[in-house]
Nanobody, 125 residues
Framework: VHLVESGGGSVQAGGSLRLSCAVS????????MGWFRQAPTKKREGVAS???????TYADSVKGRFTISLDNTKNTLYLQMNSLRPEDTAMYYC????????????????????WGRGTQVTVTS
């Protein structure tokens, strides 16, 4: 499966952005999907995930501000980001993996084997 992110940019604190991840390839398979981010000098961390049953998981730092969603008709995963903060500044990555024994790995970066190249989000104060 091939993942391509878009929608990043520079925004002032308090603003909003919507990231998109176009999914192509074997779209007939059921994938666990997630958004991750990595700031300079920091480890890649999970932001939001979407299981094959539609359940969502969010990092505590983004709960109530970010929303993950999937449009199956467009094969596109979204991350709506509201009330952005300077600490949200990072490269954001879309990721996917096929279910492992019926399990999705949520925010665990080690479980994902398909990755996009990322889109930069910069939040200025």
């Amino acid at each position: 499966v091939h993942l391509v992110e878009s929608g990043g940019g520079s925004v002032q604190a308090g603003g909003s952005l919507r990231l998109s991840c176009a999914v192509s390839g074997n779209t007939y398979a059921r994938y666990c999907m997630g958004w991750f981010r990595q700031a300079p000098t920091k480890k890649r961390e999970g932001v939001a995930s979407l299981s094959t049953t539609g359940s969502t998981t969010y990092a505590d730092s983004v709960k109530g501000r970010f929303t993950i969603s999937l449009d199956n008709t467009k094969n596109t995963l979204y991350l709506q980001m509201n009330s952005l903060r300077p600490e949200d500044t990072a490269m954001y990555y879309c990721a996917a993996h096929t279910q492992d024994g019926g399990r999705c790995y949520g925010l665990d970066v080690r479980g994902y084997n398909y990755w996009g190249r990322g889109t930069q989000v910069t939040v200025t104060s």
